[in-house]
């Protein structure tokens, strides 16, 4: 009904039907009833200190459904929201969102200009929530090259939230893991410089102080959607002993019941950081 009244382009209307239907039928989506017998079985005492999260899978989405890719950004963004509010009530730390690469840039400057917009969309919407929520947002990322509108935004919610003492919600923005540990150590040798001599050899604490992500715990699971075996130049030094959880489903799909699921999957892991598990240790030292 609503797309017969549509003035829209075709497939904008397409998108608003799509919206419509999406949010008539979300009571009853049947996966959701799983999501208070999931939450019972999550252990809070072995939450995760840092999820953190490649949301793939927008193009995808909105291929399928015969719609504009940029449909399935705003779809991501409604993603987004949902598992930043389901990581909050979970009293999660940490949590961590890809949301463009220095990569991206080779998209399409339609696509590229509507994720700016997007973004500043989103600031502007949510802010006040995440405030309520007594997030912290911060961004991680080559910030000081977006457009100054971006970085005003971006100065001014990061300013509003900073004293913040419930989750950080850090933004991957302009963000490659090689671009950040190349940053890194023009950030010590500029400190070197400065102080005169004095180090003569870095160490991995001194490179974790220097990244974007300094004051953070490295991240304990990563989660990747839309199925790709790839790491994408994501917090490539962090990750060094995270818990990697792929899944099929598509970034707009990912909901709470499957953030619980990733989460119920991460507390199954035994993590040895290199060492032995804990019967083999009790053995071997017997
Ligand atoms: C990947 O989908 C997603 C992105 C390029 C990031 C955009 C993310 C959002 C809009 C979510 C919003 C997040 C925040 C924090 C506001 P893709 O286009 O690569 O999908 P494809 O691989 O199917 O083409």
Redesign the pocket.
């Given at each position: 009904m609503l797309a017969l009244r549509c003035k829209e382009s075709p497939a904008h209307c397409r998108y608003l039907s799509l919206v419509y239907l999406v949010k008539t039928t979300e009571v009853l989506k049947p996966a959701e009833r799983e999501a208070p017998r999931l939450l019972e079985q999550i252990d809070p005492k072995r939450l995760p200190r840092h999820v953190a999260i490649?949301?793939?899978?927008?193009?995808?989405?909105?291929?399928r459904r015969h719609l504009p890719?940029v449909a399935?950004?705003?779809a991501?963004?409604i993603?987004?929201?949902n598992v930043?509010e389901t990581c909050a009530n979970l009293h999660l730390p940490t949590l961590t969102?890809?949301?463009?690469?220095v990569e991206?840039w080779r998209?399409p400057k339609t696509?590229t200009d509507f994720?700016m917009r997007?973004?500043r969309e989103?600031?502007r919407k949510?802010l006040p929530e995440i405030h309520r929520n007594n997030i912290r947002l911060i961004i991680l990322g080559r910030v000081d090259v977006l457009p100054e509108a971006v970085r005003k935004d971006i100065r001014e919610a990061m300013a509003k939230t900073a004293n913040n003492t419930g989750m950080t919600?850090a933004?991957a923005l302009n963000y490659g893991g090689r671009a950040e540990i190349v940053d890194a150590f023009n950030s010590i040798l500029k400190q070197v410089r400065h102080n005169g001599s004095g180090t003569n050899a870095v160490s991995e604490e001194m490179i974790s102080r220097h990244l974007y992500t300094a004051g953070l715990p490295d991240p304990d699971l990563l989660v990747r959607t839309?199925g790709?075996m790839r790491v994408s130049n994501f917090l490539l030094w962090q990750i060094a002993y995270a818990e990697i959880y792929v899944t099929e489903t598509?970034?707009p799909d990912f909901d709470r019941v499957k953030l619980y699921e990733a989460l119920l999957d991460y507390q199954k892991r035994e993590r040895r950081y290199g060492g032995l598990g804990a019967p083999e240790a009790t053995r071997e030292s017997a």
């Amino acid at each position: 009904m609503l797309a017969l009244r549509c003035k829209e382009s075709p497939a904008h209307c397409r998108y608003l039907s799509l919206v419509y239907l999406v949010k008539t039928t979300e009571v009853l989506k049947p996966a959701e009833r799983e999501a208070p017998r999931l939450l019972e079985q999550i252990d809070p005492k072995r939450l995760p200190r840092h999820v953190a999260i490649i949301m793939d899978g927008n193009g995808r989405w909105a291929q399928r459904r015969h719609l504009p890719r940029v449909a399935g950004h705003r779809a991501g963004v409604i993603a987004a929201r949902n598992v930043i509010e389901t990581c909050a009530n979970l009293h999660l730390p940490t949590l961590t969102l890809y949301a463009f690469s220095v990569e991206n840039w080779r998209r399409p400057k339609t696509e590229t200009d509507f994720l700016m917009r997007l973004l500043r969309e989103y600031l502007r919407k949510e802010l006040p929530e995440i405030h309520r929520n007594n997030i912290r947002l911060i961004i991680l990322g080559r910030v000081d090259v977006l457009p100054e509108a971006v970085r005003k935004d971006i100065r001014e919610a990061m300013a509003k939230t900073a004293n913040n003492t419930g989750m950080t919600l850090a933004v991957a923005l302009n963000y490659g893991g090689r671009a950040e540990i190349v940053d890194a150590f023009n950030s010590i040798l500029k400190q070197v410089r400065h102080n005169g001599s004095g180090t003569n050899a870095v160490s991995e604490e001194m490179i974790s102080r220097h990244l974007y992500t300094a004051g953070l715990p490295d991240p304990d699971l990563l989660v990747r959607t839309s199925g790709e075996m790839r790491v994408s130049n994501f917090l490539l030094w962090q990750i060094a002993y995270a818990e990697i959880y792929v899944t099929e489903t598509l970034w707009p799909d990912f909901d709470r019941v499957k953030l619980y699921e990733a989460l119920l999957d991460y507390q199954k892991r035994e993590r040895r950081y290199g060492g032995l598990g804990a019967p083999e240790a009790t053995r071997e030292s017997a």
